[in-house]
């Protein structure tokens, strides 16, 4: 069954702490990305990969760190520098076609709270 | 970062209406891609367009891409309660092999039977 998987669904940690997301896609796509939602409020980008080893900052990176060892895996860590860290996170992939059409799905989600 | 102007904010309408929204940008884009999401899930890709003046259907939902690359609108037939949700569109510009997204800030649709 292909698809992107955040794990976990809810997340809660305590303030000062570091915590890691996990994304796996087993689509074969080359991009991957990592949006934040606040309630209300559109989507948000983290930080995008176009290709393994290789990554950029988004438009609210600070605060975060990636890492993108394999195609299939995008971890976002969320460091205690964030100073507003609690909010709902997504993951993406995306696929760019023969016809240079792309296109960009999306994970389950996954909830921070922050203590 | 941009968002682009989504409008309306939300809707309340009675099952078996239609229903429109759109979003439009100070920016050209060479995509625009609809989602759908439900509470507490991540966003469901309803429609992709990727041609200035496209129209495309996916059963129940039309949407276009506006002649200028800079808006479009996105039409749900008869609504049924299942409808109800957040609708976002987004905007894409390529840069190298990733597709960098500008979210609308969303349409909130609540179905009344």
């Known amino acids: 069954d292909g698809g992107i998987t955040q794990s976990p669904k809810y997340l809660f940690r305590k303030e000062g702490q570091n915590v890691t997301l996990s994304c796996e896609q087993n689509?074969?796509?080359?991009?991957m990305y990592w949006y934040r939602q606040d309630p209300g409020q559109g989507l948000r980008l983290i930080y995008y990969s176009q290709i393994v080893n290789d990554f950029q900052k988004g438009d609210i990176a600070e605060g975060y760190s990636v890492s993108r060892e394999k195609k299939e895996s995008f971890p976002l860590t969320v460091t205690s520098a964030q100073k507003n860290p609690t909010a709902f996170y997504l993951c993406?992939?995306?696929?760019?076609?023969?016809?240079?059409?792309?296109?960009?799905?999306f994970g389950p989600g996954t909830r921070l709270t922050v203590l | 970062g941009q968002q682009l102007n989504q409008s309306p904010q939300s809707m309340f309408i009675q099952e078996g209406e239609d229903v429109s929204m759109n979003c439009t940008s100070s920016?050209?884009?060479?995509?625009w891609l609809w989602y759908k999401q439900d509470p507490g899930e991540g966003p469901v890709l309803l429609i992709a367009?990727?041609?200035?003046?496209e129209l495309t259907s996916n059963g129940r939902l039309t949407a276009q891409f506006g002649i200028t690359r800079k808006d479009s609108f996105l039409n749900i037939s008869a609504s049924i309660p299942s409808d109800v949700g957040i609708y976002f569109c987004?905007?894409?510009?390529?840069?190298?092999?990733?597709?960098?997204?500008?979210f609308g800030t969303g349409t909130r649709l609540q179905v009344t039977l």
């Open positions: 367009l990727y041609k200035a003046g």
């Open positions: 987004a905007g894409l510009l390529n840069t190298g092999t990733a597709s960098k997204l500008t």
């Open positions: 993406a992939s995306s696929i760019r076609d023969r016809g240079g059409r792309d296109t960009q799905y």
């Open positions: 689509l074969n796509h080359d991009a």
């Open positions: 920016s050209i884009f060479n995509t």
